[in-house]
Structure formats: C-alpha cells, structure tokens
C-alpha cells in the first residue's frame, strides 16, 4: 500500500488529472442512472394462464388445470406450483428454486405445457409468463370525454396508444375498458324450423357470404388486375338481405334472424371521477429510466387531450415517478446533512480547514466512483442504492481521517517546511496496513449477502455492492489522493525555541483534555480486568434480556399514504349492474371528501361481477393517516356494501399480511377447517381484516350428457358443451366492415337470458363427419336388419314351394303308384298263377309217367373176340345202347325234378308281392300322415310372415330416425339432462391438493409477535386428518430472511476472522475482536429499543454491516499498540500510549459516521425510512457500543491476552517508554511518558524517516514481544 502512496505522490499531475476524470464521469454516471423505486428483481417464477371458455371453476381445475399442474410439477428444480381456477380460466403460478438458469427452466415449463395439450379439451388454450418488476406499469392514466365509449374507445387507440407507445423507453400500451360492438345475428328457432334449417346451415352460409375469394389474375393491356369473387356486406341492411337457400327457395336473413348492431357484453366498467372512462397502462422497457419515461408521457397528454378532443380529459392513476423522486430526494437530503454533520465533526476534532478540506474530500469522490461502478454494473439508482450511499457518507471518511490525522502528527516540528515524499509515505504507511485491514472487513461482510435467496437477496445485492464499491473507493482515496493533498497543503509551524504548541493535540507528550476523562478510566480498567469484564458482560446480559421486548417485521412500509386503494367484494352472483350501483355510493364519498385529489374506479373483473377496485390520489396537504381513517368510517357506514377494505397503494410492495394455507383433498372436510381456522385468528390480539379465499357457492346450470347415447349419434361431451357455449355467448362468423368500423359477426340462438327447458331444447348442429358417422353406423344397423328379414322371407317362401311341390309329388306319385302296383300285381299274379299251375301240374305228370314206366331190358353179353370199348373191357352195342336209355332217362327225371322246383318258386314270389301289397297300404298311411305336418307348418309360415310384418313395420321407423338425424333435429335434451348445482367461485391448488388460505393483516409493526400468538391460535384448533397447515405471508418470508442474514453473519464474522488473521498474524488477537462483536450489538438493541424501531431485514443488515464497523477502530488500535510492543514497549505502556494517541481519530470517525446517519436515524424528510431508518438506527447504536468497547473492554482483553507468556525485552533503560508518573494518569497528572516514536522524534528530528527505521522497524520483521508471537 506505501508503494500504491508512493506513486501517487511521484505521478502528482497524473493521480490530478484521474481525479478531474472520476469527477466527469462520476457526474455522467450519476446522471444516466435509470431511477426507480426498487431494485429490478425478476423471481424465480413463472405463470400458465389456461383460458377454457364456458368451463365452470370445478370443470377448469379438474380438466385442464390439474393436468398442467401434475407436467410443470416433474420439471427439474420447481419446487412448488399453486393454481387458482374460476370461470372460464385458471392461473397456474409455478415456483423453482433460486440461482438456477431461469430462461432453462421456463423452456422446459413450456416444454411441459406443449406435451400436455394434447391430452387436453380442444378449447383449452395456455400461455406462459415469466416477468419481472419491471412490468409494473410505470404510470396508469384514466381517460374520459364526451363521446360514448364505443366511439371514444378506436379513436384512444389510434391516436394516444400510438403516440405514447412511439416515447423513448416505452415497451408497451395496455387500453382497457373500451365498449367494443358486434353485429349480433339471433335466431328464430320457430322460423328455422317453418323452413327444415338448421343454425349450421346458416352459419355455413354466413361464413360462406363473407367471404372475398381471390380468384387470380388477368392482364388488360400492359396492366396486371386482381381478380376477386365476392363482395363483403359494408352495412346492417346488407347483411340483413343475405339470402339462405332452403328447399322452398331462398330466404333473407332477417326472415328467420334478428340482425343487430349492439355493444359486447363487458366484464368489468371503469370510471374517472364517476366518468366513464377508459384505462392506460405504459410499461417501460428493462433498461429505461422510470421517471424519465413518466415525465415524457406527461409531457406528451397536453398535446394528446387536445388531439382527441371531445372534453377529453387524462387523470394520473397511479404514477411511480413522484413516489420515486420523492423517496431519492429526500435520501438525498439525508443525506447531504449527513455529509455536512461528519464534516462539522471533522473540522471541530482537527480544528482546522485545511484539514478537514483534505479528509472531507474523500467523500464526494468515494461516492462519485460508487457511482461509476453502478453505472458500469446496470444498476439503478433506487431507494437501496441511495440508502448505501448516503449510509456510506459516514464511513468512507473514516480512512482519510486516520491518515490525516497521522500525517498531520508526523508534521510537528517541521518548522513550516513542506513534508517530504518520504516523511508521507511513512507516515501512511504506518497506518496503512490497519486501514487496508479495517476497510476489507467491513467490506468483506456484506460478501455473504451474495449468498441470499429470495427477494432479501435480490433487494439488498444492490445496497451490499454499492456499499463496498464506496468503502473500497474510500481506500483508495485515502491511500493516494488524501496523503497528495496533504502533500501539497500541510506545512509544519515555525515555533519559537521553548514555547508550547499552540494546541495540545500537536504535542503528543502532552495530555489533551479528552485524555484526561479517557485516561483514569482506561487504568482503571486495566488495573481491574475481572470486574470490567462482569460489568460488560452483566451489561450484554441485560441487553439480551431486553431483546425479547423487540418487535420484528419483514420490510416494513414504504412509508408513502397518498396514494390509498379499495377493494370491495359483494356477495357472489351479483350482477354487474347492481355491482356499479354500490360502487357509486363508495364514489360519492370519495368525491365529497377534500382530502381526495382523484380516484378511478375499477368495477368487476374477468369471472367476477360483484368486485370493485378504487385507486385513490390524497392531495399534497392532505394528513394521510386522518383522511384514511375518515374514508374507512364512512364506507363501513354505506349499507350493503358488502366486504371493504382501504389499504395503502404501496402495500404490495412491502406487505405484512401473514398467511395460514390449509391443503387437503377433501373439500368438505377442508371448508371445515377453513371455518375453524378462521374464526381461530380472528381472536388473536393485533390482527384485523381476517378474510379468507374459501369459495362462495354460487348456482351453476349443469348439462349431464348421457355419454353412450351421445356417442351413438356421433357427439362427445366437449362438442355437445361447445354447442351449447356457442348458443349462448354465440358463435363467431366473422368480420364485417360497418361504416368504415370493423365489427365481429356473431350467431347467437338464445336472445337473453336461457332456462333449462330453453337449453334442452337447443337443436344441436351436426357437423358433416359427425352426420356421416352417425348415417353410417345407423345404416349398417339397418341394412343387418333389413337383410335378416329378406333371408327370413325367402327362407319362408322356399318353404313354402318346396312343402307345394312335396305334396304335389307325393299325391301324384302315389297315385299312381298305386293304380299301377294293383293292376300290375293283379295281372302279373294271375298269369303267373295259372303258369304256375299249369306248369307244375304238367311236370308233376311228365314225372310221375316218366317214373311209371319201365326200364328197357339189359342186353346179352358180349361174345368172345369183341372189341373193348371205352374202358377197355369188350362191349356189345346192345349194351351201349341201353347204357344210353338209362342216361337218359336219369336226366329226364332231374329236369322234371328241376321243373317243379322252379314251379315252387313262383308261388312262393306270388306270396312276397301280396307281402309287398300290404307294404305299400302301409306307406299311404304314412302320406297321410305327411300331409297333415305339411299343413302344420303352413300355419307356422303364417305365424313368421306375421312377424316379418312387424319387423318392417319398425324398419320404417327406424329410417323414420335416420332421416331426422340427416336433418339435424336433434335437441340437446334428447342426449343430456339440465339440472341446477352449486359450485364454488374459484378453486384453489397448492401442489397438486385443494388449498384455502386465511389472510389478515397485523394492526401494529411487531410482527414477530403477531406471528408467534397467530401460530398458537391455529395449533389449537383441531384438524380433520388428511389437512395440512403451513404459515405464509411476511412471516415466512421474514423467518426465511432472518436465517438467511444470520448465516450470512456467521460467515461475515469467519471472513472477518480470516482478514484479521492474515492482518495480525496472530490467532489469539483476533479472537479478542471475535469475543467483543456480541458486545456491539448492545447498543444496537438498546438503540432499537429507545427509538420503537422494530427489527426487521434493514436492522438486520444493519447488523451485518456493524460485524465490519466494529472491528475497524479496535485493528487501528491493536495495530499501534503492537507496533509499539515491536519497538519493546512493555504491555502496559504499549496500550495506554496506543489507546491515547487513537483516542481522538477512533472518537472523530465514530463521530463523523453517527451524524452522517443521524438524519436517516430520525427520518428528517421520510424518504426510504424503511430501509434507512432502521439500519441508521442499529449502526449509530452499534457505533456508539462499539467505540466505547474499542476503547474500554478492548484494552482490557488485550492485556489479558498479553501477559499470556510474556518476558520483558532484554534493552537499555533508556530506550524503555517511561511508565506513567507516580499516580498516573488516573491521579490528575497532566502529562504521560512520550511513547518509543515520540522519543525519536524529539531525539531526531531532522532526522530521515528511512533512519528512523532501522532503529524502530514498521516493517514485516518479526516481532521480540506480543501476541503475535504466542
């Protein structure tokens, strides 16, 4: 650091001429710095906005939000997805953890979305957001005239939205609540039906009549024409004439339609000052200024209101600029008091100008190089970035103040001689190491805060980096400017020889009269270290014991009333006209109270009629706090007007309401809980306004589709409820040019209001595909039946011809048969009878005469000397002849024999056809029989031809329905019941369950306490088991804070450790800063106590910040006191010189930093008093705590620590510090023993600094004595 001096004080023009440089551009910056009121924070957050038209709240949760909700709940890192679904709609919040890459995590949420959609109803539609703050509107205008709204609405968009969204810095331009028109064509459902139409043929028409067709080009010449068929209707009677083709003949539109010219049926109104109006909203973009962009479009409406003209009038709604450049100013103000208080204090300490002129000159450059480091940071300036700075005014002085007054010191003597390069380098370098020390460490505390999630760390990042930039800026002037300028001004004094400094404070062997109250105290306590150390600790006792009367918050109030809103919420189901007509009695009050600059109301909302929102301006001279109060008594007086509440517009930037979330998946048992839950906290002391977001009832027409029913005509539920929307709310057509306007066409069935009778009877309109799904699958019924009943006739008339022809065969065949089987047995059997017997009887005779008569006589036999015959005997012919009679007659009789066996034969034949004859008597029987089945099943075709007839007769009727579905006749009650239930207004989800929330808001600013007695209440009510609680609201997110900064502390307070470490390199001696931190929260808590300031995330940083600040002054002192141990000082002397000699710069900074905050500390102007209070607050009591224990408890500890094994230095008398005189310095005695430096000064005052170091080294070498060396 002595070289960083050296070279500034070698290169004088350069360090100049950086100087006139950090001072240009420190203005450049300060004055581009975009302002706003907070710091951009962009959360970890994202929104899915899920539209389901005409879907009930139970419907959308249950059909398109759940579904979404379960796809965003398996995305990496999300930790929690809370939905809240009312008619027509549903918001999914989806929430992931700090510190991840946001813009990865919002494509995989739309990744989730786009994979869900298919899954979902057709008519859902979803879009994602993910914004920031700076999305708030910067400003909010209402706009009025005479014109009807539906006149004044286009031209507002032509001409102000255009002009506003064409300023620098604007990103865009909302309009609200124009009166939009529309063509409405309503049917007669009567004359629809006189001439067989349908709505679908009409709206087919329509769309169809509409349209302009481009049909190509043609050339004429060298010219080439567009070709285009058709002409749209640019008037009311034209589409009036529209021609509908029917089966009669074409028919005009307004025969079976009432056509019209009428407004849109509107979900919310909005009025300025009781006027009808219109509402503006101009966001900026990220990188422009607030209030610049709020100037520009005020400067812009003068000349806008006279363009419109028509007694257009613009009204300021809600504005950030003011609020902004009120809050900065009176930071500002703050603190430049702050700055001319420290530099009072300086120059009252130094009682000089030039050096107060020197130190103080650190302060504008440390913040103008702040300054420069937001710029090139992109920050902003806000209330937190101010607040840094001004709360900075006080600390950056604190390093020139230690190496002024050192300079200043080692410049006695020098007889109006200018200081030499050398004699400042030493002189900064002996208090640069402690320096450099002290001002990392208050730097390295708010390192930790980087660490902080949640909208803690995003608020207070910016106030931590501004905070460091200006304490690393204050270093950096200290150790090169400052020690330049003393260069350059300071001089010693000439003195004559023996005379006395003219102050006492330029003569170190000299006690001042500040000393003198120090330093009977100091030995006191040295020479007492155990009742000291009970006294501080019985003090941090009794401090810790006081803690527990400390009120705690989160962030507190912004502190800005002026700006007040109202939200009034009538019971549900109310209409919209009846809903104006409350909030015309809440603006009459409005308008009669003289506190109330303007207002605009706000009446109903997208699924809810019966709210009412009210913004409120108060004029300037007007008492916030009265004029509220007033309001609220006079609305609670207005008869029924339902639930009112008056809240500051600001409140949402830094609300306090506590929160108790009920989840659950049984919704009666949940609404129980609700109830139970709710009348719990509204007993607890301290809360008002207890509401919850438990669902009014409210009447619902439900259409109970018979599913299987509907799908044999082809519909599904969502077509038959898209049907019925569209019947309802109507069905877009299309765009009609009316008189130079554009104008929606719609198609509307129902005219009114509709009943359940009126919507059983709506002829649904079948679409082509669903007509040909049903025609076919009612055909295919039919052709099975028709074909069943032709095979059964055909089978009947086969039947029948096959049973005609059987019996016209079977009688003619047995017929004859029978005639020919008689006379053909008859004869056969006569002839044969008588050839029979006549045969036999001849045979019989031939045989018995052939038996009767004789043998022939044997022949002789043969004579000798015959010849042999065939056997080789001799033979005679006599013999062979009668050999051969004998055969013959042998053969005569076996054919007789033959002839009358035949004979027996036939008559046993003649028996089997007399057998056969009474067979077929037999088989006549059996015709007869035939005959009379045959006339059996006659009777049974007669029986199935009779049921075939009425088989056909319902065939017809069947067809009969076939064509009625080809027409398109049928009613939504001929497919579903319409029946009348209660559903809730909204439905809430939190991780997938049904939630309720209970919400009120603390009346007081302990909220700590609020919270703990709101957490007894709900754990003694009883829960049904399956419901889950869990508090929300401030009071998590303050429980959320407060572990986040303590953790932060600790880690401060180990970095802290770590510098000192490096800085002493000693562990004992830092341990002696470590065990006096608890001791500087004392006058932090009794400063929170004596001022009813409650602790909240400021006061916490403040604490932070004081981890840094308390530690400073002590390295300042320990680096001396060792400094003199290095040189051989005994322990004792080493402190009390130490201690005097930093008497004064540890009490100037601690000075000069308490009235720098002491305007923020009482709030002289009101500006960013929940940030700058409290902090100023606990800093100024920790200062306060802090210097008395550096100079107190600190020397005490150290001369414990000290005697820790320590020897005497083995060196001559002469070159020991004297010990205080006899009595000491506690006796009254006006001077002390001149320290080690001191005596070498006097010894050699002419004498070069670089001599004077090698006797008393101030350099790294290692210490005889100390603790450094335990």
């Known amino acids: 650091m002595a070289l960083l001096t050296r070279l500034s004080l070698i290169n004088r023009l350069v360090v100049a001429l950086i100087s006139l440089a950090i001072i240009v551009f420190g203005v450049i910056a300060t004055t581009s710095l975009k302002q706003e009121l907070l710091p951009s924070i962009t959360a970890p957050q994202a929104v899915v906005i899920v539209q389901y038209p005409g879907a009930a709240p139970d419907i959308v949760a249950d059909d398109a939000a759940a579904p979404l909700e379960q796809a965003v709940r398996n995305v990496s890192g999300v930790t929690q997805v809370d939905s809240v679904s009312s008619t027509n709609s549903s918001q999914i919040t989806v929430m992931w953890e700090y510190g991840l890459d946001d813009d990865k995590v919002l494509g995989e949420i739309n990744s989730a979305v786009s994979a869900t959609k298919s899954t979902l109803p057709e008519q859902v539609t979803t879009e994602v957001f993910a914004g920031s703050t700076d999305d708030i509107p910067v400003i909010q205008l209402a706009v009025a005239s005479d014109l009807p709204l539906d006149k004044f609405g286009p031209l507002v968009d032509d001409v102000a939205v255009s002009a506003l969204k064409g300023l620098p810095g604007v990103r865009d331009v909302t309009l609200s609540g124009q009166d939009t028109k529309e063509l409405a064509v309503t049917l007669d459902q009567k004359k629809l039906d006189d001439h067989e139409l349908t709505a679908q043929q009409v709206n087919q028409t329509l769309e169809a009549q509409l349209s302009v067709l481009p049909a190509g080009t043609t050339y004429r010449g060298g010219t080439e024409l567009s070709v285009e068929v058709g002409a749209a209707p640019g008037s009311v009677d034209a589409v009036k004439k529209l021609a509908i083709a029917t089966s009669d003949g074409p028919v005009r539109l307004s025969e079976i339609a009432e056509v019209k010219l009428q407004s849109v049926a509107r979900s919310s109104i909005a009025r300025a000052e009781g006027r009808p109006s219109l509402g503006l909203a101009v966001m900026k973009t990220p990188d422009a200024d607030t209030v610049r962009v709020s100037h520009a479009v005020q400067a ?78 992109q920050y902003s300036l806000n209330l937190f970035t101010l607040a840094a700075l001004t709360v900075a005014v006080g600390r950056v002085v604190d390093d020139s103040i230690v190496v002024v007054e050192n300079i200043k010191r080692h410049s006695l003597g020098m007889s109006g001689r200018r200081l030499s390069i050398d004699q400042v380098v030493d002189s900064v370098k002996e208090v640069a190491g402690a320096v450099t020390a002290s001002t990392l460490t208050t730097i390295a505390v708010f390192l930790p805060v980087a660490f902080v999630t949640g909208s803690t760390g995003e608020l207070f990042r910016p106030f931590a980096v501004t905070v460091a930039i200006a304490l690393a800026a204050s270093l950096l002037v200290s150790l090169t400017i400052v020690p330049l300028l003393a260069f350059w001004f300071f001089r010693g004094r000439k003195q004559k020889a023996g005379a006395a400094p003219a102050r006492a404070e330029e003569n170190p062997e000299r006690v001042t009269p500040l000393q003198k109250g120090y330093l009977p105290v100091l030995n006191w306590t040295l020479r007492h270290p155990v009742i000291t150390l009970i006294i501080s600790f019985v003090i941090f006792l009794g401090t810790l014991g006081a803690s527990t009367l400390l009120k705690t918050d989160f962030l507190g109030s912004l502190g800005d009333d002026r700006a007040l809103q109202i939200n009034q919420e009538l019971p549900s189901g109310t209409r919209l006209e009846t809903t104006a007509e409350s909030a015309a009695k809440i603006e009459k009050v409005l308008a009669d109270d003289p506190d109330v600059k303007s207002y605009q109301s706000t009446i109903g909302q997208p699924g809810e009629a019966n709210v009412a929102t009210y913004s409120i301006t108060l004029t300037d001279e007007a008492d916030a706090g009265a004029a509220t109060d007033r309001i609220r008594e006079q609305l609670a007086a207005i008869p029924d007007a339902g639930e009112v509440r008056v809240t500051s517009a600001t409140a949402a930037y830094t609300s306090n309401d506590v929160t108790v979330t009920l989840t659950g998946d049984d919704q009666k048992q949940l609404d129980a809980a609700a109830a139970a839950v709710q009348a719990a906290v509204a007993g607890v002391p301290g809360l008002t306004d207890v509401r919850t977001d438990l669902s009014e009832q409210r009447p619902v027409l439900r259409v109970q589709v018979d599913q299987q029913k509907a799908a044999d005509y082809g519909f599904t539920q969502a077509e038959i409820g898209a049907a019925v929307a569209g019947a309802l709310r109507g069905t877009p057509i299309g765009e009609v040019t009316l008189d130079g306007e554009t104008h929606d066409l719609v198609l509307r069935t129902f005219k009114g209001t509709a009943g359940p009778e009126d919507i059983e009877q709506l002829k649904l309109p079948v679409s082509q595909l669903q007509q040909q799904k049903a025609q076919e699958k009612a055909q295919d019924e039919l052709e099975k039946k028709s074909d069943a009943l032709e095979k059964r006739q055909e089978d009947l008339q086969e039947r029948q011809k096959d049973l005609q022809e059987t019996q016209k065969d079977q009688s003619d065949e047995a017929k004859r048969e029978a005639e020919e089987q008689t006379e053909d047995q008859r004869r056969d059997l006569e002839e044969s009878r008588d050839d029979a017997q006549e045969s036999l009887a001849d045979l019989r005779d031939q045989l018995r005469e052939l038996r009767n008569s004789p043998e022939p006589p044997p022949p002789a036999p043969p004579s000798p000397g015959q010849p042999p015959g065939p056997g080789g005997l001799p033979v005679t012919q006599e013999q062979l002849a009668w050999q051969k009679q004998m055969e013959q007659r042998a053969q005569a009789i076996a054919q007789l024999q033959a002839a009358v066996e035949q004979a027996e034969q036939a008559l046993e034949q003649i028996d089997e056809q007399l057998e056969a004859m009474d067979e077929q008597q037999e088989k006549s029987d059996e015709q007869t029989q035939d005959q009379e089945e045959l006339a059996d099943e006659q009777e049974r075709i007669a029986d199935l031809q009779e049921e075939l007839a009425d088989d056909q007769k319902k065939l017809a009727e069947e067809q009969q329905d076939l064509a009625d579905l080809k027409a398109g006749a049928i009613t939504v009650g001929s497919l579903a019941k319409v029946v009348e239930q209660k559903t809730p207004i909204t439905v809430k989800h939190v991780d997938g369950q049904r939630a309720v929330t209970i919400t009120a808001t603390p009346t007081g600013s302990d909220l700590g306490a609020v919270s703990a007695a709101l957490m007894t209440a709900v754990n003694g009510v009883e829960l049904p088991p399956g419901i889950a609680q869990e508090q929300g609201g401030a009071s998590a997110e303050q429980q959320e804070a407060f572990v986040q900064l303590g953790l932060a502390m600790l880690l401060a307070i180990v970095l802290v450790f770590i510098i000192m470490v490096a800085t002493f390199r000693s562990l004992l001696q830092p341990l002696i800063l470590l065990v006096s931190i608890p001791f500087a929260a004392t006058g932090a808590l009794v400063g929170l106590l004596a001022t009813n300031t409650a602790l909240g995330v400021p006061a916490m940083v403040g604490l932070l910040m004081l981890i840094g600040i308390v530690v400073t002054n002590a390295i300042v002192l320990i680096d001396l006191i060792n400094t003199y141990r290095e040189r051989g000082a005994e322990p004792q002397a080493a402190i009390v010189d130490g201690a005097r000699l930093r008497l004064r710069p540890i009490i100037m900074t601690a000075a000069a930093t308490i009235c720098a905050l002491t305007p923020m500390a009482f709030g002289l102007t009101g500006g960013g008093v929940f940030i700058s209070r409290p902090l100023a607050v606990v800093v100024i009591g920790g200062l306060v705590s802090s210097t008395i224990l550096t100079l107190i408890l600190v020397p005490v500890l150290y001369s414990l620590v000290s005697k820790i094994g320590y020897k005497p230095p083995a060196q001559p008398a002469a070159e020991q510090p004297a010990t205080p005189p006899e009595g000491g310095p506690d006796h009254g005695q006006a001077e002390a023993s001149p320290t080690p430096l001191e005596q070498d000064q006097q010894e050699q005052p002419d004498q070069p600094a670089e001599e004077r170091d090698t006797v008393f080294p101030l350099d790294d070498e290692p210490r005889r004595d100390g603790p450094g060396t335990h």
Not at 306 to 332: K, R, W, Y
Not at 333 to 353: C, D, H, P, T
Request: proline share 4%; net charge negative; charged share 10%.
């Open 300 to 377: 812009a409406l003068p000349g806008l209101q006279t363009e419109l003209g028509n007694n257009a009038s613009f009204s300021t709604v809600f504005d950030q600029a003011p609020m902004i450049e009120q809050s900065l100013h009176d930071l500002a103000v703050e603190g430049g008091l702050g700055l001319v208080f420290a530099i009072i204090v300086i120059l009252l300490f130094l009682l000089s100008a030039r050096s107060t002129l020197i130190t103080a000159i650190s302060i504008p450059l440390s913040l103008l190089i702040a300054m420069v480091g937001l710029w090139i940071g």
